[in-house]
């Protein structure tokens, strides 16, 4: 069968040789096709290739997969939240009920390579603590992973990122939940709650590197975080990685009086606080990593219209050439006034 190569799926496979269209050989036959080899053709600038006719089972894999991990996601929010009031009620938690929520999710979570799904299917109505908390804790994993770290560090990590806001508890819910704008007293009790998640860490884990990412996720390399006012040198490398997905993660929630902000938008925030405030290193193990994978995606540009990025551009990674239509491409990098305003699974 013939196939558009926006439409292809991963775990396609060629049927015959593809060639562009100076005759050069770019994929044999037989080829399975994952995002690289999609992003290779798209560069070839081929269009259609021949694949071999696909099974049901193969359609519906993305789809099994997908309904899996989100039952895998509210369970471990719905455990989150036990963890929560028993650390708000007792001071600490049971260390056990966090490893049984997070492992199996995190094994399950390396089946699933396209990221950039994985976080749309994150997304919730509910962008509560419990909710944030498992985001960052998913997302540390991966950078984590991309950054080379093994495979009981990135575990260790993603446990930090998970657990980076159980300080939280200790915070009266008529703050916690607020609306409206803090008043200085009581943004300085909410700042309170890394002090209070190191306490409750030690107590629930005696493991001072998660209880230092509690602690220090809200500094900044620059020396204006807080609660100390830290630099880089005296950060710990697990919290560098926690507090860029804190960043993103808490970019891309829906707030009250604050509109969604696209990944991409907030892809390019995080990009900037990387000069400085954020870990350098970090921030691009997350742009170098997301940005292939929205190739291919379907999206919705500021102008109301929708297409799919079919290439990203080198020059300004933040400006991919979109197809609307089968005639009509916008090149983001040539109309400066257009951006992608939403990035659909």
């Keep these: ?65 997908e ?6 996601f509210d369970l471990a929010i719905q455990n989150y939240e036990s963890i929560f009031l028993e650390a708000l009620s007792k001071g600490s938690f049971t260390q ?24 749309l299917l994150l997304e919730r109505e509910d962008v509560g603590t419990y909710n944030h908390s498992l985001q960052v804790g998913l997302l540390s994993f991966y950078i984590a992973t991309w950054l080379g770290y093994t495979k009981e560090e990135r575990y260790e990590i993603s446990r930090a990122g998970y657990l980076h806001d159980i300080g939280k508890s200790q915070i009266d819910p008529s703050i916690l939940n607020k609306t409206g704008i803090l008043t200085p007293e ?57 507090a860029v997905a804190n960043a993103y993660v808490g970019m891309t929630s829906v707030r009250v ?23 350098g290193n970090a921030v691009q193990a997350l742009i170098g990593h997301l940005l292939p994978n ?8 500021s102008n109301g219209e929708q297409g799919t990025i079919i290439m990203n551009n080198p020059l300004d990674i933040f400006k991919p050439l979109v197809k609307v239509d089968e005639t009509t491409f916008r090149d983001l990098s040539k109309e400066r006034n257009l951006t992608v305003e939403e990035v659909f699974i």
């Design 186 to 242: 009581e943004t300085e009790e909410l700042k309170r709650h890394t002090s209070y998640g190191y306490d409750i860490i030690l107590k629930s884990m005696n493991d001072e590197k998660t209880a230092l990412v509690a602690l220090q996720h809200h500094e900044f390399e620059d020396g204006t975080g807080y609660p100390n006012m830290l630099r880089k040198a005296d950060l710990h490398p697990y919290t560098l990685i926690v």
């Design 96 to 119: 056990s009920d966090v490893d049984l929520t997070l492992q199996p999710l995190l094994e399950k979570m390396d089946e699933h390579k396209d990221v950039v799904s994985l976080l």
């Design 294 to 301: 929205f190739v291919g995606k379907s999206v919705q540009l």
């Design 257 to 279: 009086n604050q509109p969604k902000q696209g990944l991409i938008t907030v892809l390019r925030k995080v990009h900037e606080l990387g000069f400085g405030k954020l870990n």
């Design 67 to 72: 309904q899996s991990l989100n039952g895998n």
């Design 1 to 65: 069968m013939k196939a558009h190569v926006t439409d292809l799926k991963h775990g396609d496979c060629l049927m015959l040789d593809t060639f562009n269209s100076v005759g050069l050989h770019v994929l044999p036959k037989g080829t399975i096709v994952y995002q690289e080899e999609i992003t290779l053709l798209m560069r070839h600038r081929i269009d259609y290739v021949d694949i071999e006719p696909r099974s049901i089972a193969m359609d519906n894999e993305g789809t099994n997969l």
